[in-house]
């Protein structure tokens, strides 16, 4: 039947966005098979039809079912904070859908995730046909809400998206056909135009955090001449600051300058290492690793991002306003070196590009500047495995491990400046292709997926 294909499709999607092992609670869930498909660590179903949660406590007894109207849910105050709660196919049925968000957004510690997913308004008579005839289970009345009616009602709640998708137009379970519309030509135009479920990933506004430390990580390679302004221009933020250097197979006397520096500031805290690998990435890595602050802010030695302008990425995280926060070069006007033409067209193509792969806003995928707080970068590292090594610049690995992760993107813009010391490291042509590559990888592993 046309709903189980339906359902199976809602039950990969959702295992692709929400880890194992972490604490769930669906609202409306029914027979409780998407909650146990994701294997959680603690798993909450609600429902209001104590026939179904009858059905739901026989089928999985690993799990915890109770028969709570979604409307009042203060009994499950007690079960939470909870990582992810799920909405799946129910908004529409609900009587009163801002007073749910409500009641949501009070479940939610500040790393929930709210995982959603609603019919499309396009597909309100199709549906009432397909329930007509069989094709698909009976529901109660539809609201039949738009994204832009749920984007407005959570932000009455204080709950904003973090992601949203696209998906579903094949709603028959036909071999290679439904993979090749549901996998593929639903995420490209015309067939956009036709799909049946929107999906959101949202999160629950927080309260300013207290005070936090800082990391600065600098990988430096040939950036002898710029060593000591990075410590002289690097503020000191939040609880206390510190600077770790990686240099890297550096061919100029970059490593004896960063010892030179750290000696000559004793008033600064800063660490020096050397990477034994090759890349950016790898330099990143080892100074996360050896980093000790509660906030991790990454700082390209040829210093075109001002270090002044930190402070602004440090609050972003700080607030809780943002989880990743990522320098944009390209709102500002630039000195007239700093970028060439075609690196800037490049860089503009591939902020679409990626943007619309990762569903999320991001407009300049390669300024060196990203900042998230050492929790969140643990998170990363730990699913690293999805992914594997496959990035030599570093940013891509912290970009896709932080959209796999639903973290909150916040774009910065940032004044970018011309080097006053050595040449780019970066070589147009061969980094071009790379990218190239890039967009190929995050198609596969990221857009086309469930």
Known sequence: MASQCYHRWVERFFGYLIPQNLRVCELGCGNGDLLASLSPSHGV?????????????????????????AHDLDALKSEGPFDVI????????LWDVQAVFDQVSRLCGPNTRIVMNFYSKMWEWPM???????????????????PEDVEGMLKLADIEIVRSFNGFVWPFDTPLVSSLFNKYLAHLWPFSLFILSHVMVC????????????SVIIPARNEMGNIEAAIQRTPEMGAGTEIVFVEGHSSDDTWGAIQKAIANHPERKCKAYQQTGKGKGDAVRLGFAKATGDILMILDADLTVPPEDLPVFYRAIQSGKAEFVNGVRLVYPQDDAAMRFCNLVANKFFSIAFSWLLGITIKDTLCGTKVMS?????????????????????????IFGAAKQNLKFIDVPIRYRERTYGDTNISRWRDGWLLLKMVVFAARRIKFVP
């Not at 009432?128 to 005839?133: D, E, H, S, T």
Request: a negative charge; glycine letters at 4%.
């Open 128 to 146: 009432r046909y397909a329930k007509n005839v069989g094709l698909a289970m009976p529901s109660l009345p539809q609201s039949w809400l738009t």
């Open 45 to 69: 179903g609600v429902d209001f039809s104590s026939a179904m949660i009858d059905v739901a406590r026989e089928r999985h007894p690993n799990l915890t079912f109770c028969e709570y109207d």
């Open 203 to 214: 999160r629950a506004l927080v309260a300013p955090k207290q005070p936090q430390t800082v």
């Open 86 to 93: 799920i909405l799946s196919d129910l908004i529409n049925d």
């Open 374 to 398: 050492r929790k969140h970068y643990q998170q990363i590292a730990d699913n690293r495995a999805f992914f594997g090594e496959f990035d030599p610049f570093g940013d891509y690995d912290l």
